[in-house]
């Protein structure tokens, strides 16, 4: 099941959107529900390591500890 959604954007990015629809042959549709959820899977880690970053449980190494661990 699918629900339609009624948005206001600039214009620029609807020109964006349809260059990007034409030069992939998909809808405008597909095209911004492929950027809707990229956003919500971006937003989901970005929350995730938000959490982890102000759980004090969470052991914390810095940059230097991990570059040596991964011999960088």
Same mark, same amino acid.
């Given at each position: 099941?699918?629900?339609?959604?009624?948005?206001?954007?600039? #214009?620029?990015?609807?020109?964006?959107? #349809?260059?990007?629809?034409?030069?992939?042959?998909?809808?405008?549709?597909?095209?911004?529900?492929?950027?809707?959820?990229?956003?919500? *899977?971006?937003?989901?880690? $970005?929350?995730?390591? +938000? #959490?982890? $970053?102000?759980?004090?449980? *969470? *052991?914390?190494?810095?940059?230097?500890? $991990?570059?040596?661990? +991964?011999?960088?």
């Amino acid at each position: 099941m699918s629900t339609s959604v009624s948005i206001r954007i600039p #214009d620029e990015i609807a020109k964006q959107i #349809d260059e990007i629809a034409k030069e992939t042959e998909r809808s405008k549709s597909f095209i911004i529900q492929k950027a809707i959820e990229s956003y919500i *899977d971006d937003f989901s880690d $970005l929350q995730i390591a +938000l #959490d982890r $970053l102000h759980d004090p449980k *969470d *052991d914390k190494i810095s940059s230097r500890e $991990l570059k040596k661990s +991964l011999g960088i």
